[in-house]
């Protein structure tokens, strides 16, 4: 008998194929080629699925999703049946007719990379020229729409000093939300890492202004906070607990607990076009290896925190110190949180080195 | 949404554009829905969201809701009115 409760949510990666290069991409190092990706009718079996599974909520990313000409039907079919319908997008792709058609499909709502600022910083991160100018305008096309807009910005050593100016600029965008993400630490940033990491006193002064904000900007902007991991005292609840709320769904069709599982070696990760999103939730080896507490080490086991954080993020666990199945070293409790305070100190006060870009084959 | 929305007992609150409120028959309770966010009401909460329609002013919602509850108008105006504050500045509710 399982007992396991529905996902809240699912994050389906239409693709990753995207304009831009950031250089803390979430997609893995690896990327899909559009060869693999799944055709319309695949993903709306997964639409399907993701509802009949009861989770609320259908993200609909990449990549950038829009490079999709079968998104409005997969937001058409997610809305039909009653998910609540998210686009995260960089919004280069976008003009006012496809923003009309998305909102007669159903979307509710759109989260919108900036990346800066302003051009010049926003564009070197980006990879990508005139980038900004074009978003600014996209922003302004989804508030006109009537959509509700959310401006989700990664911020990082050479982006946290206009933090402060990011706040105003969604308040004159007329957001409703803002994410205020610090970088976090796989794939594509784990590159670019020591080009990204900010210095203690930099987080110290973000983390003010973002108490500041919250409070001057009640009922205006909500402002939704990514602490910095490297940070913190204690682990994040990363994706509120290992095959607990969320399902990803690769644009080839591979069904993971989060956007890095596949930087663990040595799981399996069942494919939608073998196995049914229900089927995988309850019985994936992938889904089940880390679910619950039953997998954790000490200090975890005992922690009166472990249905908290879940033990943190077991991505990181197996970056930072070689195994998956030990404390995240985020935790001041872990024997390996040394590792951090050892990193934090020879990578965060140095000269930034030029970006490694995301770019198709590495 | 350049201003706050301070609401007295005159203002007549429904769901803002883009948020949903539905019951969810696999798991048996009420939802709210919102840009990435979920929201789980208690009982008091869903009875005050249902008369959210916009045609209701707030003290009209008490009365309905000290008529079905034992509660004192004043105890009622004062949670109702902080409830639905509150939902107003998390964006769940428009005026």
């Known amino acids: 008998m399982n007992t396991q409760s529905p996902p809240l949510a699912v994050l389906a990666e239409l693709t990753h194929r995207c304009p831009l290069q950031c250089p803390y991409c979430s997609n893995p190092l690896a990327l899909e080629g559009v060869d693999d990706e799944l055709g319309t009718e695949e993903w709306c079996r997964v639409v399907d699925e993701t509802a009949a599974l009861g989770a609320y909520q259908i993200h609909f990313s990449g990549g950038e999703p829009t490079v999709r000409k079968d998104l409005p039907t997969l937001v058409r079919r997610a809305a039909d049946l009653g998910l609540y319908t998210n686009l995260i997008t960089s919004g280069i792709l976008l003009d006012e007719l496809k923003i009309a058609t998305l909102m007669e499909a159903g979307l509710e709502h759109v989260q919108l990379s900036l990346q800066d600022t302003s051009a010049k910083p926003a564009d070197r991160i980006a990879g990508m020229q005139a980038a900004h100018e074009k978003k600014l305008a996209v922003a302004s096309l989804i508030r006109d729409a009537g959509l509700s807009l959310t401006i989700n910005c990664v911020f990082h050593r050479q982006n946290l000093e206009r933090l402060g100016a990011m706040i105003d600029l969604a308040v004159d965008l007329g957001a409703e939300r803002l994410e205020i993400a610090h970088t976090q630490y796989y794939g594509w940033a784990i590159k670019n890492r020591r080009a990204l990491l900010p210095s203690r006193k930099q987080i110290e002064a973000a983390n003010a202004i973002v108490v500041e904000a919250e409070k001057r900007l009640k009922g205006i902007l909500l402002i939704d906070y990514v602490p910095p991991d490297y940070y913190a005292r204690r682990p994040k609840a990363c994706m509120g607990g290992w095959g607990n709320q969320f399902m990803n769904v690769s644009p080839s069709g591979k069904v993971l607990p989060c956007h890095a599982a596949e930087t663990i070696p040595d799981l399996h990760f069942d494919n939608i076009r073998e196995r049914s999103l229900v089927d995988i939730w309850l019985g994936s080896d992938a889904f089940r290896r880390f679910r619950g507490t039953d997998w954790m080490p000490e200090p975890c086991r005992s922690c009166e925190r472990r249905e908290i954080d879940w033990g943190g993020c077991r991505c990181q666990a197996l970056l930072l110190t070689g195994n998956a199945a030990s404390t995240d070293p985020i935790c001041e409790l872990s024997p390996d949180h040394d590792l951090i305070r050892r990193l934090v100190k020879s990578e965060a006060g140095e000269t930034p080195p030029p970006f490694h870009y995301r770019r198709m084959g590495g | ?95």
């Open chain 2, 1 to 95: 949404m350049n201003k706050r929305r301070v609401l007295n007992i005159e203002a007549m609150p429904r769901l803002a554009p883009h948020v949903h409120f539905r019951f969810d028959k696999k798991r048996e309770r009420w939802v709210v829905l919102a840009p990435e966010r979920l929201l789980l009401p208690d009982e008091i909460a869903v009875e005050v969201l249902k008369l959210c329609d916009g045609s209701l002013s707030i003290a009209a919602m008490v009365a309905s809701l000290t008529e079905r509850y034992e509660i004192s108008d004043e105890t009622a105006s004062k949670d109702v009115l902080e409830l639905l504050q509150d939902l107003t500045d998390k964006g769940i509710l428009a005026v």
